[in-house]
């Protein structure tokens, strides 16, 4: 079993939309999270952080749950430039090592 | 954006030949990380630095070794290309690593094939 797994996609929802990812993760000394965003052909870059009490920024929301080992990622008011793969990252903060890419959604935004 | 260049961006070879990715960064950054990324894998750590000359092993790092001789440059070479070894290498910086806010910040790639 992959430490951080992903549904790969693709997600292809029309414009306007509100798309939701999930990623669960194995190991539950995993200490913080992130969504990073990969256009193609380009690198990752930080999307958001993901907090335990969950957290919002602007149309994106991600949430943590400890619990049943997973976080997810919401997008409201889906726009064409939110077009991209989503990451999602943990960071076990006991090796630096430990920081487990999962292998990515793939979402495309349609006209 | 941070910055990081890697070079050569693109590099096509053939097998058994020797191979050096180079990674600078001018943040003045103590962690710094090579990843390759392929098809259905994600991105995948080879080997870290937390210091100079300071390295240690990531999941994937048969066939690769690196080095850190300056804290604003990481060295990847691949002794001996093999096909398997064709994929997008990234390497990435980070401030306070893993005590910090885990943020990385990623070159912007370099192409490698392998004939």
């Known amino acids: 079993r992959k430490e951080v797994e992903q549904d790969p996609g693709p997600f292809n929802v029309p414009e306007g939309a509100t798309v939701a990812f999930n990623c669960t993760y194995s190991?539950?000394?995993?200490?913080?999270f992130f969504w990073y965003r990969q256009d193609c052909r380009k690198e990752p870059k930080l999307l958001m952080s993901?907090?335990?009490s969950g957290n919002e920024d602007g149309r994106f929301t991600a949430q943590l749950n400890r619990a049943s080992q997973y976080i997810s990622l919401l997008i409201r008011d889906s726009k064409l430039s939110d077009s991209a793969t989503y990451l999602c990252?943990?960071?076990?903060?006991?090796?630096?090592?430990?920081?487990?890419f999962g292998s990515g959604t793939r979402l495309s935004i349609r006209p | 954006d941070a910055g990081i260049t890697q070079s050569p961006r693109h590099k096509v070879t053939e097998t058994g030949t020797p191979v050096t990715l180079r990674c600078h960064q001018t943040?003045?950054?103590?962690?710094m990380y090579w990843y390759r990324q392929d098809p259905g894998h994600g991105l995948r750590l080879i080997h870290y630095?937390?210091?100079?000359?300071?390295?240690d092993k990531g999941e994937v790092s048969d066939g690769y070794s690196v080095s850190r001789s300056k804290t604003e440059d990481f060295l990847l070479t691949l002794e001996s290309a093999t096909s398997s070894q064709t994929s997008v290498y990234f390497c990435?910086?980070?401030?306070?690593?893993?005590?910090?806010?885990?943020?990385?910040?990623f070159g912007e790639g370099s192409r490698l094939t392998v004939l």
């Open positions: 990435a910086i980070s401030d306070g690593g893993l005590m910090g806010t885990g943020e990385l910040f």
């Open positions: 190991n539950s000394a995993s200490q913080s």
């Open positions: 993901v907090y335990s």
């Open positions: 990252v943990v960071n076990m903060r006991s090796s630096a090592s430990k920081i487990i």
């Open positions: 943040e003045n950054h103590r962690y």
């Open positions: 630095s937390y210091g100079v000359k300071d390295t």
